[in-house]
């Protein structure tokens, strides 16, 4: 059974970061994940623990699911990121193999073009001169590196054969680009291979701490978890007081697509429109709003004019966690609509309900 999480944080308003200090966040929050720091669970005392440390109780377990829930969703983070640079790196690496194509292809014209000069020499019995001769050597490249100038060879041939040696060189030069590309392309798959099953490492882990719960307190903890729901519900539905309605009709329609969304189900990498993450139902809303955000919560982040949170509005993206793995879109109310974490759908919940470090007006 899924138990829903509150994931509960300290209420405290954005906070002004640099990228430099989110970018240190972020890697020290990869190098405990990578050293098994991150494993740890905080007992009672905020202190390391594994499944089932501690009192054991309703509360005990639903916070230790909590922090493995929000590891899991870095995790989940760090695979999107990992495929839009594997996306971007393919289509870098098309465009690459299409020069290469071409680059081939004026190879071939030109050495055709030369080897057609060398039959019409050898034709009118004057035999081949040095340069034509570079035709039929194995490495002409070398030949080239010796010779202290083309001025023995007529200036067509010697054009000629100059530019079929710059074109060799470019297809040399663009191979070795094409491997490093698809090493690194390798290396990308793998990231995102670790990041996905960190994520369901993680999400087992919690699932294994629900089963230490009895079925009473189960229920419990979902009635609890539903009831903050309806009431955020009802919270994001009343009206807005006067002038703190969305700041554009971009915002207006990327809330109106989020609203659409709620009770659709939390799927790893989706964007919709039947699943989301947290950033993909971001991606996904504005775009009904005419923007094309990033497609992670890290990039979300900078993806506008940083506000305070007191100055929120409706449709404005509200950055969660000093790594900044989680975000959600101010719905007004003081109420965010988001994609929670795996098992959980699209729902409304108090925009304090996390600690929010960034609001960002698209």
């Avoid at 405290?12 to 200090?21: I, K, T, W």
């Avoid at 005990?60 to 493995?68: G, N």
């Avoid at 050597?137 to 041939?157: F, I, K, Q, V, W």
């Avoid at 979902?222 to 309806?230: C, L, N, T």
Wanted: aromatic residues 4%; charged residues 20%; hydrophobic residues 40%.
């Amino acid at each position: 059974m899924q138990v829903a999480s509150h994931r509960r944080g300290k209420p405290v308003g954005p906070s002004v970061l640099s990228r430099a200090a989110i970018t240190v966040a972020a890697a020290t929050a990869a190098m405990l994940t990578a050293s098994g720091g991150a494993d740890a669970l905080p007992g009672p005392s905020g202190g390391g623990a594994g499944p089932g440390a501690g009192s054991g109780s309703p509360e005990d377990v639903r916070r230790q699911v909590d922090a493995l829930y929000a590891q899991a969703e870095a995790a989940g983070q760090r695979a999107d990121s990992a495929q839009e640079q594997e996306r971007a790196l393919l289509h870098k690496a098309a465009l690459l193999q299409q020069e290469l194509a071409e680059e081939q292809e004026r190879a071939n014209v030109l050495a055709d073009r030369l080897g057609a000069m060398a039959s019409a020499e050898y034709q009118r019995g004057g035999g081949m001169d040095p340069v034509v001769q570079l035709l039929f050597s194995a490495h002409p490249g070398d030949y080239l590196s010796r010779a202290a100038s083309l001025a023995e060879a007529d200036s067509r041939t010697g054009d000629e054969l100059e530019r079929l040696h710059a074109v060799e060189r470019e297809l040399q030069q663009g191979r070795v680009e094409a491997l490093q590309q698809y090493a690194e392309l390798e290396q990308l798959r793998r990231s995102i291979a670790a990041g996905k099953a960190e994520a369901q490492r993680r999400l087992g882990r919690a699932q294994a701490l629900l089963g230490t719960l009895t079925a009473g307190q189960r229920d419990q903890l979902q009635q609890q978890e539903d009831a903050a729901a309806q009431l955020a519900a009802q919270a994001a539905g009343a009206a807005l007081p006067p002038g703190e309605g969305p700041a554009s009709a971009g915002a207006a329609l990327a809330l109106a697509a989020a609203r659409s969304a709620v009770g659709m189900p939390y799927v790893y990498g989706a964007t919709g429109p039947g699943a989301f993450d947290c950033s993909g139902l971001m991606y996904w809303a504005w775009r009904h709003g005419g923007v094309a955000l990033p497609r992670t919560s890290q990039e979300q982040a900078f993806a506008g004019r940083r506000v305070p949170l007191s100055e929120a509005r409706p449709g404005d993206l509200v950055i969660y966690y000093g790594d900044m793995h989680h975000v959600g879109m101010y719905a007004g109310n003081g109420m965010i609509i988001h994609a929670p974490y795996p098992g959980a759908r699209v729902r409304y919940e108090s925009v304090r309900d996390m600690p929010a470090v960034a609001v960002v007006r698209v």
